[in-house]
């Protein structure tokens, strides 16, 4: 009998940060001729939740599966192996999660031989394995962000035990090197700079699901774009929590421009970055997305809040002001430049007028478009503890009219390209039907254009016909 593994996650563990260094482990991924068949003859469906860092390791975790047999299925009833990859930032994606969970119950009620497993972001939140323990015992595998290499073991253990197997680490993490990874598209692709995030904004769950900032080594980074480069990929996102620290926890003096400037050295067509904090957005980073035709005139750049105080209470680190003398330096040098955004509404202790700066600032920067939440209670984060008096329905209110006024300089600045010509990279099918294609302009715009099957996986030249809050319609032209 095999003694099952039993390692939950802890929230003390997770909040630690030592200055032991970094590891990078280059041979943690093992996989023998055994582990090898365990799929042989069955289906993997991997159902993703959350940010492109949990997009990106699902293309590892697919990558694994594959080595490991199994094949990929978009059929739910079909799958043999259901993983959900999860995402803890707000409490509306542990619910889709816990929703989901049911839906899967009912199909291991039919199927028992189905292995399911749970892995990401709220794998590493104690409440939610203990959740799992006490109403989704039937669940096979549990793990965290730190062990994705460990898949092929856990679900081996998993076929020859009947218990739920959990292996969580709540340690600040390793550099993991050398994993395999099934991309899910031909043409772009995200690149990790880093993992973790050393910020701690008082909302935010992040810092204590990805353990601490760790750079990924300027040559591994290099190594990875030079391969999709070879296989035709035209453009890639470099990946991070805030990779305008990049570097600041290696011993060599690398900085992110560093890494942007060789990157834009490299022969690939497109290169854009998420998420840059406002903090450390340097003068540098302007210039260079400016002198380099291959680094793209997009910049998301989160601001949370217009209110000082609110910034404050976050541990943002800025204030409005130095925010808005930023936006006006990019704004300036870079002319075309698409800006974009994350704002947080219902803060505890945001007041109207509190919100009124959010949208004074929303009205001075005229965001191409903004992703914007209400404020949800993470556990164990220190803006958990503050008290928050305003009603759920004010929230609500004040999301509507953030939204109307994001939703009037979106349109407003997607008008402006009309009659314009922008370069896209054409990636399919539109799913406006109509023999359309759709691809993404240098400016991370949408557009459905009317061109050939051919043009597909190209940048093209697309004259903006049309104008529409959240896409762009527009033709091929010629040169
Ligand atoms: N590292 C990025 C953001 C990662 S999370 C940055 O610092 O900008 C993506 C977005 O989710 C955040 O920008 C924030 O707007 C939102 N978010 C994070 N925690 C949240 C919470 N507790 N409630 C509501 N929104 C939250
Ligand atoms: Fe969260 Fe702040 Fe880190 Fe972004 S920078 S991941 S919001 S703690
Ligand atoms: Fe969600 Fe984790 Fe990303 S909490 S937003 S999946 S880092």
Known sequence: MIKHTHIKPSYIQAKKRSKEEVKILTDAYIINNELKKIGMGKKYLVITYGCQANERDSETISAILEDMSFTKTDDFNDADLILLNTCAIRENAHNKVFGMLGRIKHLKEIKPNIITCLCGCMAQEESVVNEIEEKFKWMDVVFGTHNIQNLPRLISDAINDNELIIEVYSKEGDVVENLPVKRSNKYKAYVNIMYGCDKFCTYCIVPYTRGKQRSRKIEDIKCEIQKLIDDGYKEVTLLGQNVNAYGKDLDEKITFDMLLKEVANMNIDRIRFVTSHPWDFTDEMINIINDYDNVMPYVHLPVQSGSDKILKLMGRRYTKESYLKLVEKIKNVIKNVSLTTDIIVGFPNETEEDFNETLDLVEKCKYDSAFTFIYSKR?????????????????????????????????????????????????????????LYAGYTDTMKLVNVKCNKEDVGKIINVKITEAKTWSLNGEKVNG
Do not use: C, H, W
């Open 379 to 435: 556990e164990n984060t220190p803006a958990a503890k503050m008290e928050d008096n305003t009603p759920f329905e004010i929230k609500q209110k004040r999301l509507q009219r953030l939204n109307d006024l994001v939703n009037k300089y979106a349109l407003i600045n997607n008008e402006k390209l009309v009659n314009t010509i922008v370069p896209v990279l054409i990636e399919g099918k539109s799913q406006k039907g109509n023999n």
